[in-house]
Nanobody, 122 residues
Framework: QVQLVESGGGSVQAGGSLRLSCAAS???????MGWFRQAPGKERERVAT???????TYADSVKGRFTISQDKAKHTLYLQMNSLKPEDTAMYYC?????????????????WGQGTQVTVSS
C-alpha cells in the first residue's frame, strides 16, 4: 500500500524559506510525483512535478522560487521554497501518479498525502 507523508510546513515571514519533505513507501516503481497546494476557498492547484526521468515542471507563480527534487534512495520528495509570499499560504500536498510521465490533470494522481500547512505572513 502506497503511503505519502508530508512534513516541513510551518509559519514564516514573507521572503523566508521552507523545505517540505514527502516520505513515500509501499512501492518500488519509478513514477511521476508532484506537489500541489490548496488555499481556503480555492481549487487545488499543481505547484511542481518531477517525472520518471527527473524532468521537472513548475507553475508560473513559483518559477524561480521553488525547486522540486527527490532522493530515490530515501524514497523522499522535496520542495524547496524560497522568497515566500503571502499568496503562497496554503495546505501543501504530495501526490504520486500511477505512470512514468506526469498527468495533465490533478485527478489522475492516484495517491495523496495528508498535507502540511504553509503560512506566510507579510
Amino acid at each position: 500500500q502506497v503511503q505519502l507523508v508530508e512534513s516541513g510546513g510551518g509559519s514564516v515571514q514573507a521572503g523566508g524559506s521552507l523545505r517540505l519533505s514527502c516520505a513515500a513507501s509501499g512501492y518500488t516503481y519509478t513514477a511521476c510525483m508532484g506537489w500541489f497546494r490548496q488555499a481556503p476557498g480555492k481549487e487545488r492547484e499543481r505547484v511542481a512535478t518531477i517525472d520518471g526521468l527527473a524532468v521537472t515542471t513548475y507553475a508560473d507563480s513559483v518559477k524561480g522560487r521553488f525547486t522540486i527534487s527527490q532522493d530515490k534512495a530515501k524514497h523522499t520528495l522535496y520542495l524547496q521554497m524560497n522568497s515566500l509570499k503571502p499568496e503562497d499560504t496554503a495546505m501543501y500536498y504530495c501526490a504520486k501518479a500511477p505512470s512514468f510521465g506526469c498527468p495533465a490533470r490533478k485527478y489522475d494522481y492516484t495517491y495523496w498525502g495528508q498535507g502540511t500547512q504553509v503560512t506566510v505572513s507579510s
